[in-house]
């Protein structure tokens, strides 16, 4: 079992910046590619960006893309994504996730997931 928390400030105005943090515990966090999703009330699940174990594959969807940075400190079994020039739009909840062996864009992929933190931005 993995167990992930996520956190991060959860209100920021339009143009502004937010990191989310995810905590790992329960297994070896190195051994897992690591996912952010998020979710808009009334939408279905969608992917933002995701890391491989060592950090070298780093796939965004386009509507993050050049804006959010993911990134992951093994050391301290946590990953985490910065945003920067948020928009109305990226308001949704928030979830890491994690799976074992390769990066992928697709939630069904991933076996362990936190529970999720509200991204509020505001006009």
């Known amino acids: 079992q993995v167990q992930l928390v996520e956190s991060g400030r959860c209100l920021v105005q339009a143009g502004g910046s937010l990191r989310l943090s995810c905590a790992a515990s329960g297994r070896t966090f190195s051994n897992y590619a690591m996912g952010w999703f998020r979710q808009a009330p009334g939408k279905e699940r969608e992917f933002v960006a995701a890391i491989s174990q060592s950090g070298d594959d ?49 939630a069904i992929g991933y076996t362990y997931w936190g529970q999720g933190t509200q991204v509020t931005v505001s006009s």
């Open 58 to 106: 780093t796939p965004y969807a386009d509507s993050v893309k050049g804006r959010f940075t993911i990134s992951r400190d093994n050391a301290k079994n946590t990953v985490y994504l910065q945003m920067n020039s948020l928009k109305l739009e990226d308001t949704a909840v928030y979830y890491c996730a994690a799976k074992r062996l390769l990066t992928t864009t697709q």
